[in-house]
């Protein structure tokens, strides 16, 4: 089983729709970062937690140490949110990231 | 600036070629990153430096010989690759140690013919 498991791994929804993406973990972490993947493109870090909540315009990402699960939801979700979205922990060994295998989500005009 | 740049964008090369990856960083991190990365997967670790010493290499073959000559620059050497190696190769730089956010360049889609 991997250390961490995303769900679900393909998501298509109407332009406007609420989105979730969730991640579970199994191992001891330090962090943990949302990064999102435009087709063909490079990657861009969205969000690093080690508790709570953070928000940026659309996006909110939540973390529960506890229940070792993380969630990234995309509000009045736009086309242009199309892309491939990865969470990665970071397990304090040494600039060393963690990956899951990534949730692709299209957004439908 | 915070951006990592990447040359070339794209690369195609035979298995008998030596050719270079060039990655370029000027927001003072001294933590560089290798990945490979296949079609509809998670990138993978190749290699990381830290002050411009290698301090972590995941097993990855010799014909994949990376270099950091200062704290800016990050090659890696490529020689006698398979064709199973082709894939987009991303560089990533952060400050060194744990829970720092990694920023990741444009990648280098290569294909080995």
């Known amino acids: 089983k991997n250390e961490v498991e995303q769900s679900p791994q393909n998501l298509t929804a109407q332009e406007g729709e609420f989105i979730t993406i969730n991640c579970s973990y199994s191992v001891g972490i330090s962090a943990l970062h949302w990064l999102q993947q435009h087709p063909g493109g490079g990657i861009v870090s969205l969000f690093m937690l080690s508790s709570g909540k953070k928000k940026h315009g659309r996006l909110i990402a939540t973390i529960n140490i506890q229940e070792k699960h993380s969630s990234l939801h995309i509000t009045a979700s736009h086309p242009r949110d199309s892309a491939v979205y990865i969470c990665a922990v970071d397990k304090a060994a040494g600039n060393k990231l963690t990956f899951g295998g990534g949730t692709r989500v299209l957004v439908k005009p | 600036d915070t951006e990592v740049t990447q040359t070339p964008k794209h690369l195609v090369m035979g298995m008998t070629n030596k050719k270079s990856l060039k990655c370029e960083q000027h927001?003072?991190?001294?933590?560089m990153y290798w990945y490979k990365q296949k079609a509809k997967k998670p990138p993978e670790l190749m290699f990381v430096y830290s002050y411009e010493k290698l301090s972590i290499n995941e097993s990855v073959p010799s014909r994949f010989s990376p270099e950091c000559p200062n704290s800016s620059l990050l090659n890696l050497h490529l020689h006698a690759l398979q064709p199973e190696d082709s894939a987009l190769y991303l560089c990533a730089s952060s400050q060194v140690g744990d829970n720092n956010e990694q920023f990741f360049g444009p990648g280098t889609r290569l294909t080995v013919l």
């Open positions: 927001m003072g991190h001294r933590a």
